[in-house]
RNA sequence: GGAGAGAUGGGUGAGUGGCUGAAACCAACAGUUUGCUAAACUGUCGUACGGGAUUAACUGUACCGGGGGUUCGAAUCCCCCUCUCUCCGCCA
C-alpha cells in the first residue's frame, strides 16, 4: 500500500501517475486525506486527556501510600468523566483508523515514469525479440495433440480425478516437468538465489502482506475448515519470510528462488485461452524473489529481466520481452517486464514469466524495512520478483517449436534431466 | 483428537496491582585503554502513531501472543481466542 505521509505531501502526484494505470483516484485520495487529518484530531485530544488521566491516577497512588485518604477520593472522583470522554475519543480513533485502512488499500501502486500509458496488452511496448521467431506453419500440431501422440499429459484423466485445468503428466512428460524444474532452480542457485521451499498454503496475513488479499480474494482456493489459502505463486510465502522484520543494511539484497505447485481458481476464464496447457488451475512454477535497496531496486530487476532471458536463451525457445502499460500492469507493479515465447502451432505468444518491481508497495504492507549500520531510522525496502520460469506454457512451447518427424527434440540443457534427446 | 504446561525487548530470563517501557545477563553498536588481536572499562541499545520549524533537541500516547473485561491505575486479576511445548492416541 502506498504510504500516508507521502499521500499527504504529494496528492496530486498520486492523482496523475495512478490515471496511468486508468485508475480515478481523486475522490478517494481527498477522503483519504480528510480521514487522515481527523484521525490526527482525534489522536491529539485523546492523547492529552490520557496523560491528564495518569497523571491523576498517580497522584492517587502517592495519595494512598502517604494515607491521605480524602483527598485521593476527591481526586478519584473526577476521572469518571474524563474516562468517559476517552472512551468516546478511542472509539472514534478505531473507527476512524478501520476507514482509513479500508481505503488505503484500494489505492494501488503508483507505477514508474516509464510505464506506457494504454488500456490493454495490446499497448504493451515490444522492447525486445528474439532472432529466432519462426515463421508459422500448416499443419504443424498443438501441443495437446502432442502430449497425445507421444503420452505425455492426460488431461481427461485430470479431470475425472479432479477437473479441467488439472492435467497430469504422464512418463516422459513427468520427467520434462523434473527436468525443467531442476534446470530452473540450479540456474537460478548460480545466480545467486538461495532455494527454499516454503509451504504451499498461507494464512490470511502472507495473502495481505503481498497484496493478494483483499484484491484477489476470489482468485484464490481457501480452505475453510483452516482458514488458509492455497498460494497462486510462491512469491506469496516467499515475500513473506521476511513479513514484520528489520534486516540489517548489509543483508541486502536477499536473493531467494523456490519452486512451488501454484493454484489458481481463474474464475471468468475461457475459450481458447485455457486450451491445453495456456491456463491451469494447478502448475508448477519456478520463482525467484529479491529484497533490494531501494535506490538499487531497478537494477535488480534489470539483472533479473537479464536472467530470465538468459534461460530462454538456453532452452532455444523464440521470447519476446515486453513493458506492460498502466492498463495492463497489476494493482501491486510499479513496473513489470512480460516475457513471451512463440508458440509456432498456435501462432500466438504465451506468457511464461512476469518481473515487477513493487518498490515499497509490497514492504509498506510486510513492514519490511532495514536499517543502516549504527542508525536508528529505519526504511523501506523495494519487494521485486519474477517468474523463472512457469512451466506450462514452456512446455507448450517447447512440444510444438521442437517437433519434428522423429519426435520432439529435447534441448540439450535438458537431456541430462530427461535422459534422451528425443521424444518418441 | 485427549490431558497438562506455557507465550515478556535480537536472545536467555526476572517481574503477581501504582516507584516497570519493563531488572539482570548475553548479543549488537559507538568509544577509552593496549603495539595488533583478545580482555577490561564507559556509553548506546524496541516499535508504531502524534506534537515539535516534518531528516533537531525534546515531548505525548499505545504496545509484555491477539481480543474483551475489572480498576482512579494492569505485563501482573478475570473471560474468550490463537499459537507453542510435553505426554497419550493416530499417522506420511
Same mark, same amino acid.
Given at each position: 500500500?502506498?504510504?500516508?505521509?507521502?499521500?499527504?505531501?504529494?496528492?496530486?502526484?498520486?492523482?496523475?501517475?495512478?490515471?496511468?494505470?486508468?485508475?480515478?483516484?481523486? *475522490? @478517494?485520495?481527498? /477522503?483519504?486525506? !480528510?480521514? +487522515?487529518? =481527523?484521525?490526527?484530531?482525534?489522536?491529539?485530544? &485523546?492523547?492529552?486527556?490520557?496523560?491528564?488521566?495518569?497523571?491523576?491516577?498517580?497522584?492517587?497512588?502517592?495519595?494512598?501510600?502517604?494515607?491521605?485518604?480524602?483527598?485521593?477520593?476527591?481526586?478519584?472522583?473526577?476521572?469518571?468523566?474524563?474516562?468517559?470522554?476517552?472512551?468516546?475519543?478511542?472509539?472514534?480513533?478505531?473507527?476512524?483508523?478501520?476507514?482509513?485502512?479500508?481505503?488505503?488499500?484500494?489505492?494501488?501502486?503508483?507505477?514508474?515514469?516509464?510505464?506506457?500509458?494504454?488500456?490493454?496488452?495490446?499497448?504493451?511496448?515490444?522492447?525486445?525479440?528474439?532472432?529466432?521467431?519462426?515463421?508459422?506453419?500448416?499443419?504443424?500440431?498443438?501441443?495437446? *495433440? @502432442?502430449?497425445? /501422440?507421444?503420452? !505425455?499429459? +492426460?488431461? =481427461?484423466?485430470?479431470?475425472?480425478?479432479?477437473? &479441467?485445468?488439472?492435467?497430469?503428466?504422464?512418463?516422459?512428460?513427468?520427467?520434462?516437468?523434473?527436468?525443467?524444474?531442476?534446470?530452473?532452480?540450479?540456474?537460478?542457485?548460480?545466480?545467486?538465489?538461495?532455494?527454499?521451499?516454503?509451504?504451499?498454503?498461507?494464512?490470511?496475513?502472507?495473502?495481505?502482506?503481498?497484496?493478494?488479499?483483499?484484491?484477489?480474494?476470489?482468485?484464490?482456493?481457501?480452505?475453510?475448515?483452516?482458514?488458509?489459502?492455497?498460494?497462486?505463486?510462491?512469491?506469496?510465502?516467499?515475500?513473506?519470510?521476511?513479513?514484520?522484520?528489520?534486516?540489517?543494511?548489509?543483508?541486502?539484497?536477499?536473493?531467494?528462488?523456490?519452486?512451488?505447485?501454484?493454484?489458481?481458481?481463474?474464475?471468468?476464464?475461457?475459450?481458447?485461452?485455457?486450451?491445453?496447457?495456456?491456463?491451469?488451475?494447478?502448475?508448477?512454477?519456478?520463482?525467484?524473489?529479491?529484497?533490494?535497496?531501494?535506490?538499487?531496486?531497478?537494477?535488480?530487476?534489470?539483472?533479473?529481466?537479464?536472467?530470465?532471458?538468459?534461460?530462454?536463451?538456453?532452452?532455444?525457445?523464440?521470447?519476446?520481452?515486453?513493458?506492460?502499460?498502466?492498463?495492463?500492469?497489476?494493482?501491486?507493479?510499479?513496473?513489470?517486464?512480460?516475457?513471451?515465447?512463440?508458440?509456432?502451432?498456435?501462432?500466438?505468444?504465451?506468457?511464461?514469466?512476469?518481473?515487477?518491481?513493487?518498490?515499497?508497495?509490497?514492504?509498506?504492507?510486510?513492514?519490511?524495512?532495514?536499517?543502516?549500520?549504527?542508525?536508528?531510522?529505519?526504511?523501506?525496502?523495494?519487494?521485486?520478483?519474477?517468474?523463472?520460469?512457469?512451466?506450462?506454457?514452456?512446455?507448450?512451447?517447447?512440444?510444438?517449436?521442437?517437433?519434428?518427424?522423429?519426435?520432439?527434440?529435447?534441448?540439450?540443457?535438458?537431456?541430462?534431466?530427461?535422459?534422451?534427446?528425443?521424444?518418441?
Amino acid at each position: 500500500m502506498l504510504n500516508l505521509k507521502f499521500i499527504q505531501e504529494n496528492k496530486e502526484t498520486v492523482i496523475r501517475k495512478l490515471a496511468v494505470k486508468n485508475f480515478d483516484a481523486k *475522490d @478517494l485520495v481527498e /477522503k483519504i486525506i !480528510l480521514l +487522515d487529518n =481527523e484521525r490526527k484530531n482525534i489522536q491529539r485530544e &485523546a492523547d492529552d486527556k490520557q496523560a491528564e488521566m495518569n497523571t491523576i491516577s498517580k497522584q492517587i497512588g502517592q495519595l494512598m501510600k502517604e494515607g491521605k485518604r480524602e483527598e485521593a477520593e476527591t481526586a478519584r472522583a473526577n476521572t469518571s468523566r474524563l474516562k468517559e470522554e476517552i472512551a468516546t475519543l478511542n472509539t472514534r480513533h478505531g473507527e476512524t483508523v478501520a476507514e482509513l485502512d479500508k481505503l488505503i488499500v484500494r489505492l494501488p501502486n503508483l507505477p514508474n515514469d516509464i510505464v506506457p500509458p494504454g488500456k490493454s496488452d495490446a499497448d504493451n511496448v515490444i522492447v525486445k525479440i528474439s532472432e529466432n521467431v519462426p515463421a508459422h506453419e500448416e499443419g504443424q500440431l498443438p501441443h495437446w *495433440d @502432442l502430449a497425445k /501422440k507421444y503420452k !505425455l499429459i +492426460d488431461f =481427461e484423466v485430470g479431470v475425472k480425478i479432479t477437473g &479441467a485445468g488439472f492435467p497430469v503428466y504422464k512418463g516422459l512428460g513427468a520427467r520434462l516437468q523434473r527436468a525443467l524444474i531442476n534446470f530452473f532452480l540450479e540456474e537460478n542457485i548460480k545466480a545467486g538465489y538461495e532455494e527454499v521451499m516454503p509451504p504451499l498454503v498461507v494464512n490470511e496475513d502472507s495473502g495481505f502482506g503481498t497484496g493478494q488479499l483483499p484484491d484477489k480474494d476470489g482468485q484464490m482456493y481457501y480452505v475453510n475448515e483452516d482458514k488458509l489459502y492455497l498460494i497462486p505463486t510462491a512469491e506469496v510465502p516467499v515475500t513473506n519470510l521476511y513479513r514484520d522484520m528489520i534486516v540489517d543494511a548489509e543483508q541486502l539484497p536477499i536473493k531467494n528462488t523456490a519452486y512451488t505447485a501454484c493454484f489458481r481458481r481463474e474464475a471468468g476464464s475461457y475459450g481458447k485461452d485455457v486450451r491445453g496447457l495456456n491456463r491451469l488451475h494447478q502448475f508448477d512454477k519456478v520463482e525467484i524473489v529479491q529484497i533490494s535497496r531501494p535506490e538499487v531496486s531497478y537494477e535488480a530487476l534489470d539483472g533479473m529481466v537479464k536472467h530470465v532471458e538468459g534461460l530462454l536463451i538456453k532452452l532455444g525457445l523464440p521470447y519476446r520481452i515486453v513493458r506492460l502499460c498502466g492498463g495492463d500492469l497489476s494493482f501491486t507493479s510499479a513496473l513489470t517486464y512480460d516475457f513471451e515465447v512463440y508458440s509456432k502451432a498456435q501462432d500466438r505468444w504465451l506468457e511464461v514469466s512476469s518481473v515487477s518491481n513493487f518498490e515499497e508497495y509490497q514492504a509498506n504492507r510486510l513492514k519490511l524495512r532495514f536499517r543502516e549500520k549504527g542508525e536508528k531510522k529505519t526504511t523501506m525496502v523495494h519487494t521485486l520478483n519474477g517468474s523463472s520460469l512457469a512451466l506450462p506454457r514452456i512446455v507448450a512451447a517447447l512440444l510444438e517449436n521442437n517437433q519434428c518427424p522423429e519426435g520432439i527434440r529435447v534441448p540439450e540443457v535438458l537431456q541430462d534431466f530427461m535422459g534422451t534427446d528425443m521424444i518418441k
